[in-house]
């Protein structure tokens, strides 16, 4: 059984330090982590780590991208990526020693031609044959983009196999419409697309419940710190771990997501795939990078979740 994960901006991710960064003066730095990033490739080197087979797909371009292809293949992640004309961007993650402080500095989304979306459909077709689970990850930063995810889960419900969409803005508008078989989302995209705000944990279970009612079997919503909810529409668990400390947020929901997914594919029920997801979750904030989990971390994390029903 394998997972096919999807990036429409992937990104080397470049992980930066500096004793204080002050204005108007220049900040000597030094590179710390390089690799392949972006929402899918997280969620597909996390897989990875767990044992479960992936494939990560989406665009690359440029020298750029060919470091992330080359990176992954070394990771032991199987690729098929369509090659772009625009290169593939880099996003800058700094730390600051002094204060602990970040700053996250994302370039823009490459963009792709419609022939170029063709190739990727084509290539989704053809792997649909092979793969048990489809994973729309990130969001498409340029109007040709939009409708992609939408397009993408519409061609899996053709070969019976489901879909989880992790998006936002109108990627994530458009795959909610195409029903997805899971949404997992954050607070701050929940309250986006019901455009007010949803603070309390109240407000939002009736929110994932009125989503859930629409047709789609699962939605999960990660709350940070605060763990996850989910519901199927009969049970809706939420679950949550306390940590002394946190090293990392950077790629928590995608490593949270590998959990679900793992769980999913392996027949898991809710409280199990919430579990894991937690556990997965959690153990990315332990580490440096996006995705950089191990096994015996997720262990130790499973062995710390506390999980209890929400009665609706």
Known sequence: MTILTITLHPAIDRVVQTQRVIPNEISRIRVTKLYGGGKGINVARALTRLDVPVIASGFQG????????QELEKEGIRTDFVLCNEPTRTSTLLLED?????????????????KEIDQLLQKIDAHLEEVSLVLLCGSGQTELLESTFSEIILLAKRHGKPSIIDSSGKSLDGGIDSKPDMVKINQIELSEYFKQPLNTLEEQVAAILYLQAQGISIIALSRGSEGMIATNGMETYEAKIQVNSIVNVVGAGDSLLAGVS???LEGGDLKEMVRWGVACGTA?????????????????????VSIWEIKT
């Open 98 to 114: 002094e204060t602990g402080d970040s700053f996250a500095l994302y370039e823009p989304g490459q963009a792709v031609s419609q």
């Open 262 to 264: 793992k769980t999913l």
């Open 62 to 69: 440029g020298h750029s991208g060919d470091f992330i292809i």
């Open 284 to 304: 990315n904030t332990q580490v440096r990078g996006a995705g950089f989990i191990t096994k015996d971390l997720v262990e130790r994390m499973l062995a710390q």
